[in-house]
């Protein structure tokens, strides 16, 4: 089920120029894993509460699967939601969790039962039952939520950062594990992040905010490889920033991913090739992340594979020849 937001905005200290959310529009499209991404304070949750109806909207209005909620309180508005401070019922197994909002809606017992039977398989926590969420692993305790929250078959899953507390590993698998779970169910989804890696990696559609606003919204490959401002191109894969000035005076910046510089040892003849010094070189697991110390004495962050430093053979203090593969520019703050 489709939902749209159009211009929300959500101001709680009632001044102008302040909001929360500053009147935002966009499209989650049906069965797809749509982002709210951005930075912290933002506005992702005030909006993702908004569609929850978990708060009330200043103007604006939401649509699900055509209808307008904007006034549906939420109890009608069938979605699920799992939030990372809406934590099971710990007095409750991890049955009894998953068949609570069914029970309140009298559905049969027959009914509850296998639902739970077919969530629990879904979740893969076969056999789990009858346990307690003191019992769980905070990441199985997570996908009991989940299973939790499509009980009911909401139209809409909504999920504010669902990860959030867990440690970077258990993160990961549970990506991993978020996107089979979103093929085998398809529910149209709303995730909520901070973090652009999970959001590029299990996201099909990825709305951007800055500042309560919408920075830019779209595939998430278009949003990386055509970033439509400097806030953008920032936000997304990191980048090294030079600022300069046209013969106008408006400003430039120039934006270079660490990923898209390609490093080789000076030849003889290089004089094309720009040669800066290493000056840090860390490596992380299968990556290489390099400081290249320009002739202008700026610094540029370098990003490699640990096979290509191992073919390189450069270490700390070499001289090494720069190439930029792609850059972005900006004028003011409009792509050139
Ligand atoms: P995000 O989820 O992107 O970190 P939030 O939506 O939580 O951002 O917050 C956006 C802005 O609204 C922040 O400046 C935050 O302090 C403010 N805010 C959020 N909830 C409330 C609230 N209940 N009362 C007052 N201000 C709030
Ligand atoms: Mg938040």
Redesign the pocket.
């Known amino acids: 089920m489709t939902v749209e937001a159009t211009n929300l905005v959500k101001n ?1 200290n009632g001044g102008p120029g302040n909001a ?1 959310v500053g009147g935002v529009s966009f499209t989650a499209p049906e069965g797809k894993v749509t982002a709210l991404l ?1 930075p ?7 909006l993702l509460r908004m569609v929850a109806g978990l708060e009330e909207p200043d103007a604006g209005n939401i649509r699900i699967a055509g209808q307008d909620v904007t006034n549906v309180p939420v109890k009608r508005r069938e979605v699920g939601f799992v939030f990372q401070s809406y934590a099971l019922f710990r007095h409750m197994t991890v049955h009894d969790n998953i068949a609570f909002g069914m029970e309140i809606r009298k559905v049969p017992k027959s009914k509850i039962e296998a639902r739970v039977a077919e969530l629990l398989s879904l979740i893969q926590l076969e056999g789990y039952a009858n346990r307690f969420p003191g019992q769980l692993s905070g990441g199985q305790r997570q996908r009991v939520a989940l299973a939790r929250a499509l009980a009911t078959e909401p139209k809409v899953l909504l999920l504010d950062e669902p990860f959030g507390a867990l440690d970077a590993q258990v993160r990961v698998e549970l990506r991993e594990w978020l996107v089979e779970f979103h093929e085998k169910t398809r529910v149209t989804t709303l995730l ?1 992040t901070h973090d652009q890696e999970e959001a590029l990696e299990l996201s099909q559609h990825v709305v951007l905010l800055n500042n309560g606003l919408v920075a830019q919204a779209g595939a998430p490959h278009e949003l990386y490889d055509h970033p439509a401002s400097p806030f953008v191109a920032s936000f997304l894969g990191g980048a090294n920033v030079t600022h300069s000035r046209a013969q106008d005076g408006r400003g430039v910046s120039t934006f270079v991913r660490p990923h898209d510089v390609r490093l080789a040892k000076p030849l003889a003849d290089s004089s094309d090739l720009e040669l800066g010094t290493v000056d840090r070189l860390a490596r992380i697991g299968g990556n290489v992340k390099l400081t290249v110390t320009l002739p202008s004495g700026e610094p540029m962050s370098v990003q490699i594979t640990k096979l290509e430093l191992d073919k390189l053979q450069i270490s700390l203090g070499d001289r090494v020849a720069v190439d930029v593969t792609s850059s972005k520019v900006f004028v003011d703050d409009y792509a050139i």
């Not at 912290?40 to 005030?46: A, L, R």
């Open positions: 709680f929360a951005g912290s304070g933002s506005g992702k949750s005030t909520v």
